[in-house]
């Protein structure tokens, strides 16, 4: 039953257990039957995530959040709460992975099909814990007067805990009155809820709302458009109008406020952070549409849209001050907006009000409202750090189409960028098209730093989808912009591009040379997440040229820069590579344990570049240990990663593994057909080394099945390839492998 005290309940014994669970106590409202839309499993696990801090951008992927907050709760003793579930399917992926954790879940359902949990069935009080609620609240000394009347009133109630609490409270703060006055009264209320059957039940709710003071039953009305889960007094401020109202003013939002709390209508979970019921909200919503009108509901989620709006656009001028940075439009602005201190104050107020902005902007996408088209751009730097890959690209669909009517291109081609940046992630195709938008209104318009941040945008696309031709073309003309401009953030992106598609190409020097001129201007800057990249590329290339010693270091290096930054990302990269260095040591069991962490990581955080990468590695350490099952599964799975997320150079390395493995395993005419598929890939991407590879692989497929023609020309091929590498190892195998006649000597 709706309001019966589950929530009261489960909040009770999670603080009377506390003291079990050192790990803490986590609360989230999943919003099963609030009226609003039922809280994601996935946003859910966000919101636990961070709040444990276990890690920095996190994944958008349902499976992948999950494996991570089953993996974090394996290790720490936690008791959560999950309250007003809808059914068993939003609950289980937020349950902890570990038997010493404990969930505390309430429902209006019941919930079949959670294994091993024990259902509690919460019904109506008991009569007299239900008069003694009624006391507790108003006041014994008046109640104890009319035993009678209090056993009436709590009947009259169905002993129902919030309707109870509702009347205490009223009754509470009326000193005059007596029991059966109010029982009159209510009896008098005939207004009711539509979903709810319970006539004294709604009578409390309209016989409290009629008790409130004007101004508090107007803001009671308000509160139940915020479209998120709570809300602070600057913004009930902000969408009551209090402080650009005439003779308005924040203190008579407080105290509103203070009477709401007063007549348990608005809850305070945390301090300054206040809640609606979800009954409350229902019956608050009733009269805000049969007493606001549609104009006033209007204006009134407008300011609220432009608190948050304009806060956070301030607040990550604080976080993020290099950032290229549009400001709102006048109209958008909400003068009374929060203001900060410092880059930590701004931080902390983004973090506390994630939710609540997500949902602000996700109410603007889909009213189609104008901050639709602004709200994007204000929160871009939060939405990478929180990981949300899919919302963020909702909120962009709906920015650029709001922004193509709108005859303001400045804008619409900064949206397009950071929507380049964006789709990179998930679709390099997407990515390169509005890169392209963007860096032709960029022109038009006449903006170097604009046509910069564009071209920069197409490269890594480029990148993502492994061409690397058009990356170092793109990447090219960016730096020259940047250059121009003195921007040294800009010039060491694109030198960081620039040596990771040389890298691909198989230039190995001149990748080098980036890498080290890109860790040297981040030194300079002071830029530690660059550092972290810069070091960890150099260390890739020595790697690949068989320095093991010194690529071991560099990426030392760069894990504790990256341990200092937090950057988790950055630091399941270094996981994947101080595998393959432990792996070249001969330490298979430690390059895979290593390989593994990579792997949760990267699927925890929806990274698909870096599953597929870290699965690679997986299928060759299990190669190189003779386990061609596990190799060929790994392969595999990393083939259709990449295949998914159109990387193709991921998707060359995937079929080069496969091949590989069919042709250990004595299947080398399937082994010709996937070293094919590999070819045709490498030279359509323009990566040599891969080329090379599946050129020499082609030779010794051909050679197995006896067709000495074809093996001859793919291995002659694959010779010279490596040499134009300098892989003269690579180049001599080859050349040891060629039947006679066909050997070469020369490079």
Known sequence: MPGIGKTALAVHAAHRLADAYPAGQLYVDLHGFSGRRPFDPAEA?????????????????????????????????????????????????LLPGSAGCLAIVTSRNRLSGLDGAASLLVDA???????????????????????????LLVDACGRHP?????????????EIWDLRHLLERLAQSSDRLDEFDEEVFVSAFRFSYAELAPGTRRLLRLL?????????????????????????????VRRSIEELLDCH?????????????????????RMCTAEEPESARDEALGRLLGHYLTSAHRAHRLTHPRRRALEPEPEQLCLYAAEFEDSQEAAAWLEAERANLLAAARTAAAEDLDQAALFPHALAPSLRIWGSWAVSNELYGAAVEALRSRGNPSLLAQTLVEAADVLAQTGPGEALSCAGEALALFQDLEDPAGCADASLQASRAHLAAGHTGPTLRMAARALALYRQLGDLHGEADCLNIEGA????????????????????????????????????????????????????DHFERSRVLAQLHGGGQE??????????????????PRALASFRRALESHR??????????????????????????????????????????????????????????????????????????????AERTGSRPAAARALEGLARAALSLGRSGPAREHGRRAEEMYRSLGSEAEAESVRRMLPEGTKRTGA
């Open 45 to 93: 696990l966000a919101l636990l995530l961070h709040a444990v801090g276990a890690g920095g951008k996190l994944p958008e992927t349902l499976d992948g959040r999950a494996a991570e907050w089953r993996e974090w709760t394996a290790r720490n003793r936690v008791l959560v709460v999950l309250d007003n579930a809808r059914d068993a399917a939003q609950v289980r992926p």
């Open 125 to 151: 009080l008991p009569a007299q814990e239900a008069a003694a609620l009624f006391s507790r609240i108003a006041g014994a000394a008046r109640t104890s007067r009319d035993p009678e009347a209090l056993g």
């Open 162 to 174: 919030l309707a109870t609490t509702l009347l205490a409270g009223r009754f509470r703060h009326r």
């Open 224 to 252: 139940a458009l915020h479209p998120g889960p709570d809300i602070t007094a600057a913004a009930a401020a902000a969408l009551s109008g209090a402080w650009v109202g005439p003779g308005g003013g924040a203190e008579g």
């Open 265 to 285: 209508l608005l809850a305070e979970p945390l301090l300054g952070r206040y809640q609606l019921h979800d009954l409350t909200r229902a019956f608050a919503l």
């Open 501 to 552: 598609a040389l890298y691909q190409e198989g230039r190995y020097d001149e990748a080098l040379g980036r890498a080290r001129l890109t860790l040297q201007i981040h030194e300079g800057t002071g830029d530690l997440l660059g550092q972290v990249r810069a070091l960890n590329n150099i260390g890739e290339i020595h790697h690949l040229r068989g320095h093991v010693e010194y690529a071991h």
């Open 571 to 588: 630091l399941a990269i270094l996981d994947t590579n101080l595998g393959t260095v432990y792996q070249a040591m001969g330490d298979t």
């Open 604 to 681: 925890a955080r929806g990274d698909g570049l870096g599953e597929a990468n870290a699965l690679i590695s997986m299928g060759s350490a299990h190669t190189e240990s003779g386990d061609s099952g596990e190799a060929l599964l790994h392969f595999t799975l990393a083939e259709e990663v990449a295949r998914s997320i159109d990387s193709a150079y991921e998707r060359t390395r995937a079929l080069l593994g496969v091949a590989d493995v069919q042709h250990t395993s004595d299947r080398p005419d399937v082994a010709l057909e996937v070293y094919g598929q590999a070819l045709d890939l």
